[in-house]
């Protein structure tokens, strides 16, 4: 391919963006803001790219798609797991973007070339940034006196700022005099000023790195062969399997009834003393055994040497290891479910159902692909599994899938002491505005349904929910002044979810049958609801 012309200020375009970040993210409740940022992102280097002819892959556009998808949950949600590992994986699919831009052979990619091509993305660009030609070569170029000045006045502030720090402080007298010059830039936060002209520095310089290595190095594609050869021969890896699945098989077999006994292992002679101990240790161990194997076979796939006739007894017992690890699985979903059953639902609880879905159709998968020989699709497929699970988050909205959960749990009658349970008023306090709505709509239908010790804790889980989020404290008893500024949010936060919750918030407050409801407290929040007191608290995992 022909050399590429440098981009006409890119640099200057990616300190640009790295302004930008400052403005829309620094110091400030992320919500639209980081949307804008990656959608001001792809932007810049569609546009160069088209200036230099270029034309992205069509298998690309899928991770442009899913980091823009991503990028997009940041103006919908506030729950924080969720927000955490969408914008973690807008970020990630948008360096693959960049990383394959050009060859669009990201699915063929092994765990190497992942690996590779993320880590390098941004010092290969820079490296590869001496392959552009010069623009106009043969002609003289424009006269551009203010380039040599303002590339002058770039270099000198970094030195003044720091001469006049050390001046400052060396003679008060000039120091005040110069504070008093500088008063409109505040120069005592100067060691804020630094900060962040250190990150806008950083943020410009990585986008530099990925836009060049996008344009001059994307076209590469997957390796053709392993970063590491097989060097681990066929009996080992088939001793190694076959040891793992004898181990899984004696312990399903051994463990059968206490894997699938429910109750009665919590609340037997012989069983565990709480229903916490026996989910979260039961959980934790049987997933990291999932996880392990999975890898394990994962690595001694890529590593193994084996020929034709061996690949067959080699997917038998990676099948055999498979339907074990789905047991295993099957065991953990259900040991976390009957703690649920007891205790009810919470975010950090629906996390590793959602997970353990998601490695069962890994799982699924790659029997599929031993079988029928893709194994180098293998990290393709771990990839779409993760981005499936993380899809999943915003999808199912996790803190109104917790909230109406728990309120139907609040409904039912407890096996083991035949009594009603009531709601954990302070977990559905600790949520985020996502689950306004719903709490809104559990009030309302238990109000009406005459449930009024279930009612009055959803007001106060409401009532802390809006307390917290938007600190208003001292218009509580103002109801009219309340509406007016509830959930109030600058454009750089603003969230949908923050907006219906707004909404709904308001729309409560309008109702008869809502009670007389107080917030206060400093480091313990308390809500007051007709008299009775909810603490603004969570009690629990």
Request: hydrophobic residues 55%.
């Amino acid at each position: 391919m022909a050399r590429l012309t440098r981009p006409a200020l890119l640099l200057p375009l990616c300190f640009a963006l790295g302004l930008l970040f400052d403005l829309l993210l620094w110091d400030q409740r992320w919500g639209i803001s980081f949307t804008l940022f990656i959608m001001a992102a792809v932007g810049l280097g569609l546009w160069q790219a088209a200036r230099l002819k270029l034309q992205p892959a069509r298998r690309s556009w899928w991770l442009l798609a899913a980091a823009l998808g991503f990028a997009a949950v940041s103006a919908v949600r506030t729950e924080p797991y969720t927000l955490l590992f969408t914008r973690a994986f807008s970020v990630l699919m948008l360096m693959l973007f960049a990383a394959d831009l050009l060859a669009g052979q990201w699915p063929r990619y092994r765990f190497s070339d992942f690996f590779v091509k993320l880590a390098g993305l941004v010092p290969a660009g820079w490296m590869a940034a001496g392959d552009y030609k010069a623009a106009g070569r043969g002609k003289k170029p424009p006269a551009r006196p203010w380039v040599p000045v303002l590339r002058g006045l770039l270099l000198a502030v970094p030195v003044l700022l720091v001469l006049a720090g050390l001046l400052a402080s060396a003679d008060v007298y000039f120091g005040n005099w110069l504070t008093g010059l500088l008063s409109f830039l505040q120069i005592e936060r100067l060691p804020e000023y630094i900060a962040r002209l250190v990150l806008i520095s950083i943020i410009a310089l990585a986008a530099y790195g990925a836009y060049t290595y996008a344009f001059l190095r994307s076209s590469a594609g997957a390796a053709k062969d392993a970063v590491v050869k097989p060097f681990i021969g066929f009996t080992e890896a088939l001793v190694v399997l076959g040891s793992v699945a004898v181990l899984l098989a004696s312990f399903v077999v051994f463990q059968f009834q206490h894997f699938f006994g429910g109750a009665e292992n919590i609340i037997g002679p012989d069983g565990y003393t709480t229903y916490a101990e026996y989910a979260r240790r039961g959980f934790t161990e049987l997933c990291m055994v999932a996880v392990i194997v999975l890898v394990l076979f994962i690595l001694l796939s890529s590593l193994s040497r084996r020929s034709k006739d061996q690949q067959s007894y080699f997917s038998g017992f990676g099948v055999l290891l498979f339907a074990l690890v789905a047991v295993v699985l099957v065991s953990a979903f259900q040991r976390l479910l009957l703690y649920e059953q007891a205790y009810g639902f919470t975010s950090m609880r629906l996390l590793p159902h959602i997970f353990m879905v998601w490695l069962g159709i890994l799982l699924l998968a790659l029997v599929v692909m031993e079988l029928t020989g893709r194994q180098r699709s293998f990290a393709a497929a771990v990839l779409l599994a993760a981005a499936g699970f993380v899809a999943t988050l915003p999808i199912l909205n996790l803190d109104a899938y917790s909230a109406r959960a728990n309120i139907a749990h609040g409904l039912q009658t407890a096996p083991q002491n035949s009594r009603e349970q009531v709601v954990d008023h302070g977990y559905l306090a600790s949520l985020s505005p996502d689950a306004v709505p719903a709490l809104v709509e559990g009030f309302l239908s238990q109000q009406a349904a005459g449930n009024h010790k279930l009612a009055q804790q959803l007001a106060a889980a409401l009532a802390c929910i809006a307390y917290v989020h938007d600190g208003y404290g001292a218009a509580w008893q103002d109801w009219a002044l309340a509406r007016q500024i509830a959930f109030r949010q600058g454009w750089r936060d603003w969230t949908l979810a923050r907006q219906q919750a707004a909404a709904a918030w308001q729309h409560v407050q309008a109702q008869p049958s809502f009670p007389s409801v107080s917030v206060a407290g400093d480091s313990v929040l308390v809500a007051t609801v007709d008299g009775v007191e909810y603490l603004c608290n969570s009690h629990g995992w």
